[in-house]
DNA sequence: GCATCAGTATTACGGAGAAT
DNA sequence: ATTCTCCGTAATACTGATGC
């Protein structure tokens, strides 16, 4: 969804009196989302293409010449990419790139480098998530610095303990963050974070909230250590920890919040509603 | 035998539309 | 009006495989 497109939107959702999208991103994953195809149509979605699935099979040999077939075709392509001929020359073209970042008229958080050679990408080869041949240059993540207003742990269906901080409300790239995760008490204790710190936050690959640490400069005189949790904030039980390990555990078998968080688990599992678990499975979780 | 890589499980977030 | 659910995506911990 470029700027223009999304600004448009949220000129007329304000003069209907609606809520207005916070930014293109989301904007664009709801509008995916909408039953309604004519809704869809109106929102002017676009999209570049940078991948053509039949290359090898019409002689195509490296990717630069298929984006230029895929223009012959009529596809839009990104008019941006380039052929560096080496990774000094990738480096050189992020430099040049990043200024002109803001000047697109679309948002983007980085730049995905390719290898050239198509017929290199079967020895390459995947892993179970990604291709080998192509990797993401990130742009720095946005820093901003908020209030760390509590630290509290959670305990999910294994039973490990997650700590979570409750933040001053930010506006961090286009989301408003309240919390974000603290992962463990190692994490805390290392960063010697303290509740009332001022703490740098940045979302990670643009989606993920994560406290990177705190302003020293504004620590206050008054902030107490932070102490770990020792017992499970559901049911009270003593946490365990195995030496040379990180995590801490809940290791009561009948916590109330281990056996819902399972129950959760198994029905997203299985795509099935809360309400379709049998009493079996249930019985069977429980155990 | 150690170091690194790869894969999996777990936990986590906010915004969106859908459902209640 | 509120709650539910989906979506995309990252960090961490741990385990097993692979490489040197």
């Not at 480096?91 to 000047?103: N, V």
Request: net charge positive; with cysteine.
């Amino acid at each position: 969804m470029s700027l223009e497109e999304f600004n448009k939107i949220n000129d007329e959702r304000i003069k209907l009196g609606e809520p207005e999208f916070a930014n293109p991103r989301n904007a664009a994953a709801g509008t995916l989302r909408q039953l309604d195809s004519t809704i869809v149509a109106k929102r002017n979605l676009n999209a570049f293409l940078y991948y053509y699935v039949n290359a090898l099979g019409d002689e195509i040999q490296n990717q630069y010449d298929s984006l230029q077939r895929l223009e012959q075709l009529k596809f839009k392509t990104n008019p941006e990419y380039r052929y560096c001929s080496n990774i000094a020359a990738v480096w050189a073209y992020i430099q040049e790139y990043e200024p002109k970042r803001h000047q697109l008229g679309y948002e983007i958080d980085g730049i995905v480098i390719k290898v050239n050679n198509l017929s290199l990408y079967n020895r390459i080869g995947y892993t179970a998530k990604n291709p080998k041949w192509a990797i993401a240059y990130k742009f720095p993540a946005e820093v901003v610095v908020t209030k760390l207003l509590n630290i509290f742990p959670s305990v999910g269906r294994t039973g490990r303990i997650t700590y979570n901080a409750v933040l001053e409300p930010v506006r961090i790239a286009g989301t408003i963050v309240r919390a974000a995760t603290l992962h463990n008490a190692d994490f805390i204790t290392e960063r010697d974070i303290r509740i009332g710190d001022d703490v740098q936050v940045k979302k990670a690959g643009d989606i993920i909230p994560e406290v990177i640490n705190y302003v020293v400069e504004r620590r206050q005189q008054k902030a107490k250590k932070w102490q770990e949790a020792t017992h499970c904030p559901e049911c009270q039980s003593l946490l365990e920890r195995v030496t040379g390990e990180v995590d801490q555990y809940c290791i009561n078998s009948v916590c109330p919040k281990k056996i819902t968080r399972g129950l959760e688990h198994y029905c997203s599992r299985n795509a099935m509603n809360i309400e379709g678990v049998s009493e079996k499975n249930i019985e069977r979780l429980y155990k």
